[in-house]
């Protein structure tokens, strides 16, 4: 069973980046698996960002997220990223990352597809 850990979240000043980690835990592996990076904003539904896909790194935007958002993944590190550029007011909210052995490149990058999930680091960039 794949288990997750998100890092790297913080306050940051509108027009700054960050780059959040989702680590899997010891005795895992993100090999096999598909990971998505999710946001859900005070008062609103959980929404995808992007997600890549297990067997050949395609990724797949929701079709909201703007290309300031780039996922990665080192599997040397074991660790897949979001590298978010450009922060602005409305990227705040609480990033999840989430993995699933079956989601693939021509599907919705979606939350429903994803089985296994971190719990989640916070993004904070003040109006």
């Known amino acids: 069973q794949l288990q997750l850990a998100e890092s790297g979240g913080g306050w940051v000043q509108p027009g700054g980046s960050l780059k959040l980690s989702c680590a899997a835990a010891?005795?895992?592996?993100?090999?096999?698996?598909?990971i998505g990076w999710f946001r859900q904003a005070p008062g609103k539904e959980r929404e995808a960002v992007v997600c890549?896909?297990?067997?050949?790194?395609?990724?797949r935007y929701a079709d909201s997220t703007e290309d300031r958002f780039i996922i990665s993944r080192d599997y040397a590190k074991n660790t897949a990223y979001l590298q978010i550029d450009g922060l602005k007011p409305e990227d705040s909210g609480v990033y999840t990352c989430?993995?699933?052995?079956?989601?693939?490149?021509?599907?919705?990058?979606?939350?429903?597809?994803?089985?296994?999930w971190g719990q989640g680091t916070q993004v904070i960039v003040p109006s």
């Open positions: 989430a993995g699933d052995p079956v989601w693939h490149v021509e599907a919705r990058c979606s939350s429903t597809w994803f089985q296994y």
């Open positions: 010891s005795g895992s592996t993100l090999r096999g698996y598909a």
């Open positions: 890549i896909s297990s067997s050949d790194d395609r990724v």
